[in-house]
């Protein structure tokens, strides 16, 4: 059984930074594309990031792309997302995501694995 668990969140200040952190276990890492998805309260689950399996491609929301960096190590099962310059729109629900494809999408259908979740919240 796949599971992903995330870790890394908290509450920060606006203009501070967060790693968050994807362990996967179940099944190597190395075939799959994988994704950071986030949800605030009443509001749909957003597209923030993902990356190929091999770490060659990754695709970035527009809300966040110069901000947050992706990446993965393949040898641990880990994927990473660091954020930086944080925003109070920020504040969500951030979730892991895995798909059995190479190739990263925005698609949330796409993805197949989903970890629970791990809360974020930047207060101005």
């Known amino acids: 059984q796949v599971q992903l668990v995330e870790s890394g969140g908290g509450s920060v200040q606006a203009g501070e930074s967060l790693r968050l952190t994807c362990v996967v276990s179940?099944?190597?890492?190395?075939?799959?594309?994988m994704g950071w998805f986030r949800q605030a309260p009443g509001k749909e689950r957003e597209f923030v990031t993902a990356?190929?399996?091999?770490?060659?491609?990754?695709r970035y929301g527009d809300s966040v792309q110069g901000r947050f960096t992706i990446s993965r190590d393949n040898a641990k099962n880990t994927v990473y997302l660091q954020m930086t310059n944080l925003q109070p729109e920020d504040t969500a629900v951030y979730y892991c995501?895995?798909?059995?494809?190479?190739?990263?999408?925005?698609?949330?259908?796409?993805?197949?694995?989903w970890g629970q979740g791990t809360q974020v919240t930047v207060s101005s």
């Open positions: 995501a895995g798909r059995r494809w190479l190739t990263p999408t925005t698609r949330r259908d796409d993805y197949d694995y």
């Open positions: 179940g099944r190597t890492l190395s075939t799959n594309a």
């Open positions: 990356i190929s399996w091999d770490g060659g491609s990754t």
